[in-house]
């Protein structure tokens, strides 16, 4: 697991990398880190394609 959901409150999981694209790229800004990036913009490079980011397994 990367990203847990859960009553209590969401966490990054063991095998996330911390890219922070799940923050950057939510179209709701569902993702936050703590307090801070609540009233933040949101960043994604124009230069990289969604495409390009996917794990291909
Ligand atoms: S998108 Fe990046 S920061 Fe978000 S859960 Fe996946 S690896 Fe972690």
């Known amino acids: 697991m ?3 959901f859960s009553a209590t409150g969401n966490s990054w999981g063991e ?7 799940c923050l950057h790229l939510c179209p709701v800004q569902a993702i ?4 801070g ?3 933040k913009g949101r960043y994604k490079n124009p ?8 794990i291909n397994k």
């Open 2 to 4: 990367i990203f847990y």
């Open 32 to 35: 936050q880190y703590g307090k």
């Open 47 to 54: 230069n990289v394609s969604i495409d390009e980011m996917k």
């Open 37 to 39: 990036t609540e009233s």
């Open 15 to 21: 095998d996330c990398t911390e890219c922070l694209a």
